[in-house]
C-alpha cells in the first residue's frame, strides 16, 4: 500500500482516529480540563496500547511522537501533527509569531521522526489555520487541515467556515474539512457545502456527539445543565457527555453519508473509540482487523439463533 497519502486517497477511503486525549482521560492516565498528555512520559506503554487499539479497529494514521515502538498489522502513515495553540490572538501580532515559532518547532520534530504527512487541526481562528498551513507546506509533506469553528457557526476572526476551507485549498493544502467540537448531526451540513466549493479531498472527524441546530457544538448543549444528575453543569468543559454520545450506527450512518458525499477522510476525533473507529471502517467497505469481533446477535443466550425455547421467549420479559 502507497506511503502517500494523497495517492490512498484518489483510491478509497483513508481512516484517521482522533481523541487520543480523552480516551486517554477515559482510561484514567490524564486529568480532564488540563489535558497535559504526561502519558507520554509516565505511562507510555498506555499509549502505544491505544495507538494499537486505533489500528486494529481500522486507523490507517498514526501520530508521530509514539510510531516507532509499533508498526501496525499494515503500512500506516505515519502523520505529525500540529493543532489550536489557544495563545493565537487576532487581535495581537506578537500571539502570532510566538505560534508561528512553536509551530516550526513541533514539524521539525515531525520531519525528524520521518513524518509521511502532516495534519492540523482543530482550528477556530483562519488565520492560524492558514499560518499553520504555510509552516506545514515548507516540508512539501502532503498536509490535512481541519477547522473547528465554535458555535457563532463562523471563524473566530470572521471569515466564513466554507471560504476558510476555500483559501486553505487556495494556498496549497491537500485535504481540507472540519474536526472536533461538532457532531455528525451539525457538521454534516456544512461538508456538503465545502465539497461542493473545493476540489482537493475533504477530511470529515466529528465527536461522536448529538449535538443539534439550536446546540452546534459541546460547548452548549443545555442538557447539562437541566439534568439532575450530580455531575458539574453549567458553563465548564464537558466531562458529563455520555448521555448524548452518539451510538455505533449513528456514526456508521454519518461515515456512510459523508462517504457518499466524496468525503474520502475520516475518522472520530474527541470521545471517539475503537469501537466506533471500526464501524467507520464498515461503513465504507472496508474489513480491518477488529471486524472479526463485530457483533454477533446470532450467538447471544436469549437472542440468537438455536436457543432453547425457554431463553427465547424469555426475551420479551427480560
Ligand atoms: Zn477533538
Known amino acids: 500500500m502507497s506511503k502517500n497519502l494523497i495517492e490512498r486517497l484518489n483510491k478509497g477511503p483513508v481512516i484517521c482516529a482522533e481523541g487520543f486525549l480523552f480516551e486517554i482521560e477515559r482510561r484514567g492516565y490524564m486529568s480532564s480540563g488540563e489535558f497535559v498528555p504526561m502519558v507520554s512520559l509516565e505511562h507510555p506503554e498506555a499509549l502505544e496500547t491505544l495507538h494499537k487499539d486505533f489500528q486494529h479497529a481500522g ?61 492540523g487541526e482543530t482550528y477556530y481562528y483562519a488565520e492560524e489555520a492558514f499560518k499553520a498551513l504555510e509552516v506545514m507546506k515548507k516540508t512539501k509533506l502532503p498536509t490535512v487541515v481541519t477547522i473547528a469553528p465554535m458555535a457563532e457557526d463562523k471563524m473566530r476572526d470572521g471569515y466564513g467556515i466554507v471560504e476558510t476551507c476555500k483559501e486553505l485549498e487556495q494556498r496549497g493544502a491537500d485535504v481540507v474539512g472540519m474536526n472536533c467540537f461538532r457532531g455528525p448531526a451539525t457538521m454534516l451540513p456544512y461538508l456538503k457545502k465545502i465539497k461542493k466549493q473545493v476540489k482537493c479531498h475533504v477530511g470529515a ?3 461522536p456527539v448529538r449535538t443539534n441546530k439550536k446546540h ?5 448543549l443545555p442538557d447539562r445543565k437541566d439534568c439532575a444528575c450530580p455531575a458539574p453543569h453549567g458553563r465548564t468543559f464537558p466531562t458529563a457527555l455520555e448521555p448524548l454520545l452518539c451510538n455505533r450506527y449513528e456514526i456508521g450512518k454519518f461515515a456512510k453519508d459523508a462517504y457518499k458525499m466524496g468525503v474520502n477522510y475520516l475518522g472520530v476525533c474527541c470521545l471517539g473509540n475503537p469501537m466506533l473507529v471500526r ?13 472479526k469481533y463485530r457483533e454477533k446477535m ?8 438455536g436457543i432453547p425455547k425457554h431463553m427465547k421467549n424469555y426475551g420479551n420479559k427480560a
Not at 446470532?298 to 439463533?305: I, R, V
Open 279 to 291: 464501524e467507520i471502517a464498515h461503513a465504507v467497505g472496508l474489513t480491518v482487523p477488529a471486524s
Open 59 to 119: 486507523s490507517d494514521i498514526v501520530e508521530a511522537f509514539t510510531y516507532n515502538g509499533h508498526r501496525g498489522p499494515k503500512p500506516n502513515l505515519m502523520a505529525g501533527n500540529i493543532s489550536n495553540s489557544n495563545i493565537w490572538n487576532d487581535k495581537d501580532k506578537k500571539t502570532h509569531l510566538q505560534v508561528e515559532k512553536m509551530f516550526n518547532e513541533m514539524i521539525g520534530w515531525a520531519v525528524d521522526e520521518g513524518a509521511d504527512m502532516l495534519i
Open 205 to 207: 472527524l466529528p465527536i
Open 216 to 220: 452546534t457544538t459541546w460547548f452548549n
Open 298 to 305: 446470532e450467538n447471544h443466550f436469549m437472542y440468537g439463533k
